[in-house]
């Protein structure tokens, strides 16, 4: 396991620790900002040690109070008009039927998003989004304020690739991979220092190289090297083209590994 993530200290990007945040006032800090250093191992200890995967798949205890746990408002990006991929409507079903929760979903794509009907109970806005990136540092807080001014009860949570047990669970995948192979995260392709700065603190802390799918294609050495990319995509994307010789590539949600752990890991928010 790995010691060490180099994380952002604001309220949305810091993973300094599996509690939700209440204060979403500063979404993006600048990178100056990014100087806390997480100490994994002594996160992990407190982590179930036994050798059963599924057990090993989220770093959150079990909901043992007897408070009501929120209700989830789950941000993805979506398609034209507001499609949601099936593998994303699956997570919200699953979260429904195996851990009892409240969820309801919404996509930067839906021009016009149901209104949140839960009455008084609280809600975790939850980004679904894997790097800093616009959505995380403009659409997230825009979302958030609209939430607000409909009276909803809101927190908001950090967006998921900055989030402990998310990370160890793509540790998990990448140790999981054949000893023969390297495996190489491929993810979109960046343009804002925070992103950049975010990525080389992933690639430390994954011990794997990172790439953007236009460097990736354009790497005539990936062959030599024995790479095995792994598409950093919660689902897949028909825009995105990544080089795999020929081999059929998965998003992350098309894994049961990963689909199942991120149900136990939004599942298990208090």
Same mark, same amino acid.
């Given at each position: 396991?790995? @010691? *060490?993530?180099?994380?952002? !200290?604001?309220?949305?990007?810091? &993973? !300094? ?13 600048? &990178?100056?900002?990014?100087? $806390? ?11 179930? *040690?036994?050798?059963?995967? $599924? ?15 929120? $209700? ?19 997570? &919200? ?10 969820? @309801? ?12 009907? /839960? =009455? ?12 800093? =990136?616009?959505? &995380? ?32 669970? /793509?540790?998990?995948?990448? *140790? ?17 220092? *925070? ?5 080389? !603190?992933?690639?430390?802390? +994954?011990?794997?190289? +990172?790439?953007?799918? @236009? ?46 752990? +991120?149900?136990?890991?939004? =599942?298990?928010?208090?």
């Amino acid at each position: 396991m790995k @010691s *060490t993530f180099e994380s952002f !200290s604001s309220s949305v990007l810091s &993973v !300094s620790s599996i509690n939700p945040f209440s204060s979403p006032e500063i979404i993006c800090s600048r &990178v100056s900002r990014i100087s $806390h250093h997480l100490n994994f191992n002594k996160l992990a200890e407190s982590t179930n *040690t036994s050798s059963d995967v $599924h057990q090993k798949l989220s770093l959150l205890p079990n909901r043992i109070n007897c408070e009501p746990p929120h $209700h989830l408002h789950l941000l993805v990006h979506g398609s034209r008009g507001g499609e949601i991929h099936p593998s994303l409507l699956s997570l &919200v079903d699953q979260l429904k039927r195996l851990k009892n929760r409240s969820v @309801s979903i919404e996509a930067l794509t839906d021009d016009n998003p149901e209104q949140i009907d /839960i =009455g008084n109970r609280s809600v975790f806005l939850v980004p679904l989004f894997l790097l800093p =990136g616009s959505h &995380v540092c403009s659409d997230v807080p825009k979302i958030f304020q609209r939430l607000q001014e409909e009276g909803q009860n809101i927190k908001l949570f950090p967006f998921l690739g900055s989030f402990i047990p998310w990370l160890s669970l /793509i540790d998990d995948l990448i *140790t999981s991979q054949s000893p023969f192979v390297k495996p190489a995260l491929i993810h979109h392709p960046v343009s804002s220092d *925070t992103s950049s700065v975010f990525l080389k !603190s992933l690639e430390k802390f +994954l011990n794997i190289p +990172l790439y953007s799918w @236009s460097r990736w294609n354009q790497d005539t050495d990936k062959k030599e090297k024995n790479y095995l990319p792994i598409p950093y995509l919660l689902t897949p994307n028909k825009n995105v083209e990544i080089d795999s010789k020929g081999e059929q590539l998965k998003s992350l949600l098309e894994i049961d590994i990963i689909h199942c752990g +991120l149900v136990n890991i939004l =599942g298990n928010l208090p």
